[in-house]
Structure formats: C-alpha cells, structure tokens
C-alpha cells in the first residue's frame, strides 16, 4: 500500500541559503544519476520543489517547501518502497539537517 512519509527538517538559515543548499544537493543527485539506473526531474516555483525519481519501475514523487525556520518535505511512496518509510524518514532528516547546517557550505 502506497504512503506519504512527511519531515521537517529545521533551520537557522535565510530562505535564500536554504534554498540554494537544497538545489546544490539536488543538482548533484542529478548529476551523479546520468546514465544511471536513476531517471530524476525537479522544478522550483519560487521556495517549493517538486520531484520526481524513478528506478527499476518504481516512482517517488515529492515535494519540498523551504520556510522561514524549516524546510518541509512530502514523498509518495509506492507499495514497495512504503515498508522502507521509517529508514527513509530518518535518512531523510540526517542528511537533510547536515545540508542545512550553518556550518555545512
């Protein structure tokens, strides 16, 4: 059965850092994904993302908001994947609080 893991990670950044960390992070996911088994799409509109990553017939779609003193982030997950949503959720938050950290550049 399909679920919706939902994080908020916090933040002491400026909307603006926040956001360009997070579109670096996502740009190298992008990058190391070409030519992989990886298939990755993402759009901004204005401080939200939506995503997409698709390998071997399976599909996560997401979105992410970047407030003021936290960044939101929603994934759909599969049937599948859905029974990996509490490692998720917490690989999630770990690597989402290094990127976001004031100290990270």
């Given amino acids: 059965m399909a679920e919706t893991v ?3 990670i916090p933040h002491k950044l400026t909307r603006e850092a926040a956001r360009q960390r997070i579109a670096d992070g996502f740009g190298r996911i992008r990058s190391e994904a070409v030519g992989g088994m990886l298939k990755f799409d993402d759009e901004w509109s204005g401080d939200r993302l939506d995503f997409r990553a698709r390998m071997m017939g399976q599909s ?4 992410l908001d970047i407030l003021d003193d936290h960044v939101h982030v929603e994934l759909d ?3 599948f994947l859905a029974s990996l949503a509490g490692k998720l959720t917490g690989k999630i938050q770990k690597e989402g609080q290094l990127l976001l950290d004031k100290k990270s550049a």
Avoid: F, Q, T
């Fill in 60 to 63: 996560i779609v997401g979105r």
């Fill in 77 to 79: 997950l599969p049937g």
């Fill in 6 to 8: 939902k994080v908020d």
